[in-house]
């Protein structure tokens, strides 16, 4: 049974930079698809971010963060840097995961429905703010 785990949340102001980290244990996480959602107050959980399993040749983000976020990956971590952060960015992140590699072959995650993903953390949360 796969276990993610997010940290890395805080305050910071407005066009200010945060990186969370989502590491696991139970399996080996270069195998898995790996998502990063957020859930603002009021508001449905909404996908950010997600990339591939093995080397995370392949990475999806929402229009809403798109060219401001960069997502990357270790073996032992995903990352979600977020660069010029606005208000509106404040939310629970939460990362998930889903095995992306059964053999040679790497699914590429779709990156929109939860329901996508089997394993979630707890979420950390960002506030944008001064």
């Known amino acids: 049974q796969l276990r993610v785990v997010e940290s890395g949340g805080g305050l910071v102001q407005p066009g200010g930079t945060l990186e969370l980290s989502c590491a696991a244990s139970g399996d080996t996480f270069r195998i898995y698809n790996v998502g990063w959602f957020r859930q603002a107050p009021g508001k449905e959980r909404e996908a950010v971010s997600c990339?591939?399993?093995?080397?995370?040749?392949s990475t999806k983000f929402s229009n809403s963060v798109k060219g401001r976020f960069d997502i990357s990956r270790d073996d032992d971590y995903v990352y979600l840097r977020m660069n010029s952060l606005k208000s509106e960015d404040t939310a629970v992140y939460y990362c998930?995961?889903?095995?992306?590699?059964?053999?040679?072959?790497?699914?590429?995650?779709?990156?929109?429905?939860?329901?996508?993903?089997?394993?979630w953390g707890q979420g950390t949360q960002v506030t944008v703010s001064s």
């Open positions: 998930a995961a889903v095995r992306g590699q059964r053999g040679g072959v790497v699914l590429i995650p779709t990156c929109v429905e939860e329901d996508e993903f089997r394993y």
């Open positions: 990339i591939s399993a093995s080397n995370g040749s």
